[in-house]
């Protein structure tokens, strides 16, 4: 046996012990000797392997295996601009405080620097974001293989606290099985069958509890996060009184969230019954202009335990720390006509929602994000694309705690969206899976669909509103009419994509919907990864919300 064939079986070895459960990797000359251990554990069932062509899907891919079974997963790519293509969902991940394992081959060391084709300087290409764990070279010689085994167990330790970590692996050549020779020592695993390490604990909610007063006037805002942590706030808003602004990720199990509570807080100024008196932020609100704008109108408390907490505006007076949900007594009082006021603000809001969509020609973004969460079955899993689709939800459609919604926020890129939602539909294949994307998130990402006869394919809808372009950016400055002349060329990007021929060419079949019914019809029944295809006018965007803020603000607050 060859020095490379004895370390990845060792490395592979250890990722099974310690349940590492799913492992992507794509294929590579420098990655073969991981390539043939991950296939043969497989073929033994100790660990589901999956293989993608693109490293940037594969990565994604992992990280939504990731969210779906809440254990580490990795991803294995050869040496080179493989590696870079990993770099996205290494930073999705951080941001995220997800554990991706990024298994990396490389050249050994005397070909740096050499000319060496495929050989880049991959260590610590996504430092600060991921932790790096260098293994040696491998040696035909005794005592490496609790060194190696050591090297992994810390990897999937580290990962476990919530931490990208690239694994990075230089092999020399041959990297084959095919030698006879004897190896030095007993590959096979520990005699005990135990970890090498204890990793480290599950993360639990933070210990140390909040010990300011908050009025019995607060208003909470949850962003994406924990979802332990965003039950756990919840919880004590509900007990408090407090009314609640979640963004779709937060509202999984959550009873009580504030509907169209964005569109309420643009609001604020017409509306002093409304007005809170201190603002509790857990996790990251990124989404809505209207949390922003609240930022700074009231005393700001920052919950959670995370070292990059969300205060952009750096107005919080208060960051870290955690609301207690046994003993509560930060809560100071209780005022039964604050959230009462709120709660008939919603009502009016969402009337005045409901009615102006109906009449608005189907399909806007803003109905298909209603009509498509109304339609998701008990039990669901959606996956919200990053850029139009979670802010329509975010906007306009009733929360529904009976479905776990998903989207990529740490960085909020549309890179990997379609490979995310693959992978959390894979990673809890007893659920229906749902995504709802735009047009320009889902082609970025339409590699997400290559997937190979041999492979598990997922369980996945995926809802794509095809508006010919980047919807998003006529609701931004640039889409103002003194910059219509260079609006559509460098931020429209029309495109003018066949979707039913792509979706053909990926063997992934392709319905078109141009009615609520239709639409109906194709979320009913999900039968394995198809693509449902409606397509609107976005000419017509930033009018329909325009009308949309104006008419709750008129309904709400006369």
Known sequence: MNPSTAQAMVIVDELARNDVRDVVVCPGSRNAPLSVALFEAARDGRLRLHVRVDERSAAFLAMGLMVATRRPAAVVCTS??????????????????????????????????????????????????AILVDFPVAERRAGLNPVWRGLVCRAIAQ????????????FREPLLPGFAHEWPEELAGRPDGVRWTTSAPARSV?????????????????????????????EVATRAGWPIVAEPVATTGTAGVIRCGPLLLNCLDRATDLRPEAVVVVGRPTLSRGVRGLMGKAPVYGIGD????????YVAI??????????MPYVQGHDPDWLTAWRTAADRASTVVDKLLEEEEWPSGLRLARDVLAALPTGAVLFLGSSNPVRDVDLVAEARSDVTIHANRGVAGIDGNVSTAAGIALGDPGRPAYALLGDLTFLHDSNGLLIGPEEARPNLTVVVLNDDGGGIFSLLEQGAAEYRDSFERVFGTPHGVDMAALCAGYRVPHTMATSPSQLREALATPDGLRVVEVQSDRARLRDLHARLRAAVSDAVFG
């Not at 050989?119 to 290409?125: G, M, S, V, Y």
């Open 306 to 313: 995370h070292p990059q907490w969300t205060d952009p505006q």
């Open 159 to 170: 990962a476990e606290s919530g931490r990208p970590v690239q694994v990075n692996v230089p």
């Open 206 to 234: 933070a210990g140390s509890r909040v010990d300011f007063p908050l009025p019995a006037r607060t208003l909470m805002v949850v962003g994406s996060g924990r979802a332990d942590r965003a039950a756990a706030a919840c």
């Open 318 to 327: 208060h960051v870290r720390g955690w609301l207690d949900t046994t003993d």
């Open 80 to 129: 080179g601009t493989a590696v870079a293509n990993l770099h996205p969902a290494v930073l999705e991940s951080y941001h995220s405080g997800l554990g991706l394992l990024v298994i990396t081959a490389d050249r050994p060391p005397e070909l740096h620097g050499s000319g060496a084709n495929q050989t880049i300087d991959q260590r610590n290409l996504f430092a600060p974001a």
